[in-house]
């Protein structure tokens, strides 16, 4: 395979959605800096929904993003916590997007009775080297479609060759 089309983990994103809980917000900054020894942000409402009781510019969330060494040596802890595998609707387009139901499912994270049980989201962004061109702000350039777009079987493989993760229908 061409070095420039060798594939990448660009991010990894944990994200726990609490709603208006201002309590369950804080639990789930805690455990995300536990998880991750990272500085989590808040997940802020765009709209109002009255129907959740979330009004405009309510923390609704909580989020840590995670690149380079960080995310590729949390990654083995969170596929393991899913007992490495992946459903095949969990991969798209440059992304793996699945699901944790509870913290206690990561290895070397204990139960906290004060927190109670969190789930989360990960999404794991991939890219292929050169794609800077196409997202910095001076001189940006255009990347061809075949170049920026990583189907879901070069994924597949990444994912199976690297973190011995199978994937399921």
Not at 47 to 58: H, L, M, T, Y
């Amino acid at each position: 395979m061409d070095k420039m089309q060798s594939i990448y983990i660009s991010k990894v994103v944990l994200n726990i959605g609490t709603g208006s809980d201002s309590n369950m917000h804080d639990n789930a900054v805690k455990i995300l800096q536990v998880i991750t020894n990272a500085k989590p942000t808040d997940g802020i409402s765009k709209k109002r929904n009255p129907a959740f009781k979330v009004s405009k510019g309510q923390k609704i969330g909580a989020l840590v993003t995670l690149r380079g060494k960080k995310a590729i040596d949390l990654l083995p802890r969170l596929f393991d916590a899913v007992d490495n595998k992946i459903g095949r609707s969990s991969i798209s387009t440059n992304s793996v997007n699945f699901g944790i139901k509870e913290y206690i499912d990561i290895s070397g994270i204990k139960y906290d009775p004060k927190i109670g049980m969190l789930g989360m989201n990960v999404n794991v962004a991939f890219s292929r080297p050169g794609m800077r061109a196409a997202l910095r702000k001076r001189k940006r350039a255009r990347i061809p479609a075949k170049h920026s777009i990583i189907s879901a079987d070069e994924i597949k493989d990444y994912i199976k060759e690297n973190f011995k993760v199978e994937v399921v229908q």
